[in-house]
């Protein structure tokens, strides 16, 4: 079974800062997705980042980045120049494909300081 | 990426009563899935549904508890049938829409008393 693990229940940030999410997966699918979901207080998910297994370049949205260590089986997500709205919980998450196997972490909360 | 409205977007149930949750998708999706988020908890999968065949449930979820439709590409529902307090949550559907990327509903929040 695949579990996924988020170290940092919270973090904070100042605005305009760099932050860093930790995220470790362990699995034995050699063919899989990760993700970076955000849900603010509103509670709807929004998918902010995602990697495909096989590529080995990091995936870049904007001031969102992930180091994708495959052999270390970590993923981490990167905030740069942090604003206010990305203030919410990020779940980082795991599927094969098709839809199967979709685990989520337990979460990190971050706060973007003014 | 995939517009998803859910009704009800939240309710307040008596306890052993049933509340049927509905998923409406903008476009066909095959594969759309239920989620149980618990207070301050993350993402628990429910099951999965397909159109045209039974619906596939998670290890703790069974059909009797959440009996789920799919008459179509674009909807679906999730009811959770004879209520308890540990069953409030926010349910949520979400779809896929290929190359492994997942959209969320706004999720359903139910409290049960």
């Known amino acids: 079974a695949q579990t996924v693990t988020q170290s940092q229940p919270e973090m904070s940030v100042q605005e305009a800062e760099t932050v860093t999410l930790s995220c470790t997966y362990d699995?034995?699918?050699?063919?899989?997705?990760l993700f970076w979901y955000k849900q603010p207080p509103s509670r709807q998910m929004i998918l902010v980042i995602r990697?495909?297994?096989?590529?080995?370049q990091n995936a870049t949205e904007n001031r969102f980045s992930v180091n994708f260590q495959k052999a270390a089986k970590s993923f981490s997500l990167k905030i740069s120049d942090s604003q206010l709205g990305d203030t919410a919980m990020y779940f980082c998450a795991f599927m094969t494909p098709y839809g199967q196997n979709f685990v989520f972490g337990p979460g990190t909360r971050l706060s973007v300081l003014p | 990426s995939a517009v998803i409205s859910q009704k009800p977007s939240r309710d307040i149930c008596q306890r052993g009563t049933s509340l049927t949750i509905q998923c409406q998708v903008d476009?066909?999706?095959?594969?759309m899935f239920w989620y149980r988020q618990q207070p301050g908890q993350s993402l628990t999968l429910i099951a999965t549904?397909?159109?045209?065949?039974?619906?596939?449930?998670e290890s703790g979820f069974v059909i009797d508890k959440f009996p789920i439709s799919r008459p179509n590409l674009t909807f679906s529902t999730l009811t959770v049938s004879n209520m308890s307090p540990e069953d409030s949550s926010i349910y949520l559907c979400?779809?896929?829409?290929?190359?492994?990327?997942?959209?969320f509903g706004p999720g359903t929040r139910l409290t049960v008393t």
């Open positions: 990697q495909e297994a096989y590529k080995q």
């Open positions: 549904a397909n159109q045209g065949s039974e619906a596939t449930y």
């Open positions: 699995t034995s699918e050699s063919n899989y997705y």
């Open positions: 979400s779809v896929e829409r290929g190359a492994g990327e997942q959209y």
């Open positions: 476009s066909q999706v095959t594969m």
